[in-house]
């Protein structure tokens, strides 16, 4: 049975986040567990030293006061966290999830996907946490460290779940398209009759030609619904026209081939194409 991993938090992308989980759940067979991480900030107060020039006694006074403050914090930090989980339980339930856990974990959220990644299929997390800023269209702090910290796909919710009947795949010919391409077809009748678009950039060659029909036809003998198109011009333009003018509703792409330290120089065609497509996006390392 296929089991899909969700993290969600306490802002706005925690139902869309629950919604997709189902929807892949319900096309696949597969459970569904849902992960809230509690941060250190969470936990506890900023660490700095508040005591200046106290005396002895007016300062253990105050430690003992700051002490019983974050243990007060801590429990709270808990309790919100198990009525967000309680509540997505229910949301997944509702939409018609057999098997549905919940986990809360204490600690880093990177370090939290590594560790249960193991005994997951896919991840599914949001594009943007409680801390963004929608208004900027910055992505969650922490997406590209669990992208390219993972080893499985990763699910990056959009801001709400819409059905899913079109999936465009910005084909590059890749090692991470290509496990891309072998998770579809691996994934039985579930994902079968839906309709999906090879896209590749660049010019038309006879090698382009054979490697993008090579791939179609390993989705055709799966069940899509499979047709190719390979286009000049630059990808971040090309792909995001593509699905916000085409009606693709899901985008399927390999993730950051380049290092952090290009990224930084050039930027990042994953990054740019998830800040601008409104639709969700499978990332493939």
Same mark, same amino acid.
């Not at 049975?1 to 802002?11: G, R």
């Not at 290509?178 to 994934?187: E, K, Q, V, W």
């Not at 799966?222 to 995001?240: D, F, L, M, N």
């Not at 290092?259 to 194409?273: A, N, P, Q, Y």
């Given at each position: ?15 869309s $986040? ?47 006061? *700051? ?7 801590? #429990? ?18 509702? =939409? ?5 856990? !919940? ?8 370090? !939290? ?13 949001? #594009? ?11 992505l ?27 999936? *465009?795949?910005?084909y ?25 678009s ?14 993008v ?6 989705l055709?003998? =799966? ?7 390979? $286009?000049?011009?630059?990808?971040? !333009?090309?792909? =995001? ?8 509703d ?12 290009? !990224? *930084? ?10 800040r ?8 493939f390392?």
């Open positions: 049975m296929t089991k899909i991993s969700a993290y969600i938090d306490a802002s706005s992308y925690a139902h $986040v629950c919604d997709h989980a189902a929807w892949v759940a319900g096309r696949m067979g597969g459970s569904v567990e849902v992960l809230h991480v509690l941060g250190r900030r969470d936990m506890h107060g900023d660490g700095g030293d508040l005591s200046g020039a106290l005396d002895m006694d007016a300062r253990d006074t105050l430690l003992a006061e *700051l002490s019983a403050m974050d243990e007060q914090k801590a #429990k709270l930090a808990q309790k919100r966290g198990r009525l967000i989980l309680d509540q997505a339980k229910k949301r997944l339930e509702g =939409a018609g999830v057999a098997s549905v856990t !919940t986990k809360l974990r204490i600690g880093d959220l990177v370090e !939290t996907v590594h560790d249960q990644e193991t005994s997951a299929d896919l991840i599914v997390i949001g #594009k943007r946490g409680e801390a963004a800023a929608f208004a900027s269209q910055h969650g702090s922490n997406l590209e460290r669990v992208v390219r910290a993972s080893s499985k796909p990763v699910l990056v919710a959009a801001r709400a779940f819409k059905p899913i009947s079109r999936i *465009l795949i910005a590059d010919g890749g090692p991470s398209v290509s496990r891309a391409i072998n998770f579809l077809a691996g994934a039985g009748t579930g994902f079968s009759g839906l309709e999906v090879l896209l590749k950039i660049g010019q038309c060659t006879d090698d382009a030609t054979a490697r029909e090579q791939a179609a036809q390993q055709r003998s =799966a069940g899509y619904q499979v047709e190719t198109r390979i $286009v000049p011009g630059h990808p971040e !333009t090309v792909i =995001a026209d593509a699905v916000a003018n085409q009606g693709f899901l985008l399927v792409m390999g993730a950051y081939g380049h290092s952090r330290i290009r !990224t *930084l120089m050039i930027g990042s065609t994953t990054t740019e194409l998830m601008s497509c409104k639709v969700p996006v499978v990332l390392r």
